[in-house]
């Protein structure tokens, strides 16, 4: 049963995607046993079923933005980073390594291995070359500890608030250290898990009803009320 794109492809509303044993996902719909896109976005396949993440939801790298990537390869020099945008981001082993990088020596999976969360600054990016990563700089390496959320990326700069107001209350009235990406994804970091969730549970808050007025007093009192009873943080 066939596809009618290809991996991250740019569709448009209307667009046939896929028929037969395929299931519709987001932003998309079935017509006649047939998917078609409902959005325009970029086009993806996972488990059988096709989804459409629309433009809007994606992150388009710029240098000087602090990133949340995961390793996706391990390399001849470096890493496939999965920095949560149409492009994947190349790390080098030579800026992660304290002396000089020999291919024939360093086993770079003992480094930094698939699966691994890192916390990167975008070094360089044009569209004819793949976003390049820097780690060397204080707060950027990889990730021990915490827990990781994503929202939409343009919803990032309601997170920071006002001259960084919103993040900063946040992260007083929860004691958690909170580092934002700029693709979308949040790390968290509490002294426990309950500190974390609340934090969550604010920040996602904020992407729910960014639209919307007097959001700042209704975090406020999210934090108080769940700080009084913290039995219901997680409901």
């Known amino acids: 049963m066939p596809t009618f794109f290809e991996a991250k492809q740019l569709v448009t509303p209307g667009e046939l995607l896929a028929e037969g044993e395929y299931q519709a996902g987001e932003n998309t719909y079935v017509e006649a046993g047939k998917i078609f896109a409902s959005r325009i976005g970029l086009v993806d396949l996972e488990n059988k079923k096709v989804n459409v993440v629309a433009l809007r939801a994606f992150y388009v790298p710029k240098p000087g933005d602090i990133v949340i990537g995961s ?8 890493w496939t980073i999965d920095i949560k945008a149409p492009y994947t981001a190349m790390l080098r082993a030579s800026d992660v390594l304290s002396r000089p ?57 309601r997170v920071i608030g006002r001259k960084g107001s919103m993040i900063s209350m946040i992260k007083t009235e929860t004691n958690c250290q909170i580092i934002l990406g700029l693709n979308g994804v949040i790390l ?42 913290p039995e219901e943080i997680k409901q």
């Open 71 to 78: 390793v996706i390869e391990v390399g001849f020099n470096g």
């Open 101 to 157: 990088f020999k291919p024939q020596n360093d086993e770079l999976s003992q480094v930094l291995d698939a699966g691994d969360l890192i916390v990167a600054k975008i070094a360089s990016f044009d569209r004819a070359h793949d976003p390049q990563l820097t780690v060397g700089e204080p707060g950027l390496g990889k990730i021990t500890r915490g827990q990781l959320m994503r929202v939409i990326p343009t919803k990032i700069p």
């Open 188 to 229: 968290v970091t509490g002294k426990n898990p309950a500190d974390e969730e609340l934090a969550m549970k604010a920040i996602k808050k904020i992407e729910d009803e960014s639209h919307t007025t007097g959001l700042t007093d209704r975090i406020t009192q999210l934090l108080k009320e769940a700080k009084a009873k």
